[in-house]
Nanobody
Framework: QVQLVESGGGLVQAGGSLRLSCAAS????????LGWFRQTPGKEREFVAS????????YFTDSVKGRFTISRDNAKNMVHLQMNSLKPEDTAIYYC?????????????????WGQGTQVTVSS
């Protein structure tokens, strides 16, 4: 069992930065890859980034490459999403999720656990 709690969302102007954090509890945290997704009203949850158990491999959707980074601290059971050069189209609720490592991390249906989400709003 893994519990996830996101934080760090807020309102920022275009071009600004935010750092999202996801705190995890549960003994099996290190057994999972972790991902960030985002969702806007009326749309499906969209993959943003993921990181493998060891933290050595990261993946990003094309629209955030070069602007977002993902990292994890297994000792503190934390995963972070650093978002730079934010654009209004990045506005969404951002969710942290945990997925078994042998599943495709960009597919939200593969995830076992989700946080409650944190709102990110980028004004133009």
């Amino acid at each position: 069992q893994v519990q996830l709690v996101e934080s760090g969302g807020g309102l920022v102007q275009a071009g600004g930065s935010l750092r999202l954090s996801c705190a995890a509890s549960g003994r099996t945290f290190n057994s999972y890859s972790l991902g960030w997704f985002r969702q806007t009203p009326g749309k499906e949850r969209e993959f943003v980034a993921s990181i493998r158990m060891s933290g050595g491999s990261t993946y990003f959707t094309d629209s955030v490459k070069g602007r977002f980074t993902i990292s994890r601290d297994n000792a503190k059971n934390m995963v972070h999403l650093q978002m730079n050069s934010l654009k209004p189209e990045d506005t969404a609720i951002y969710y942290c999720g945990a997925v078994k490592p042998y599943y495709i991390a960009s597919d939200s249906t593969n995830y076992d656990y989700w946080g409650q989400g944190t709102q990110v709003t980028v004004s133009s």
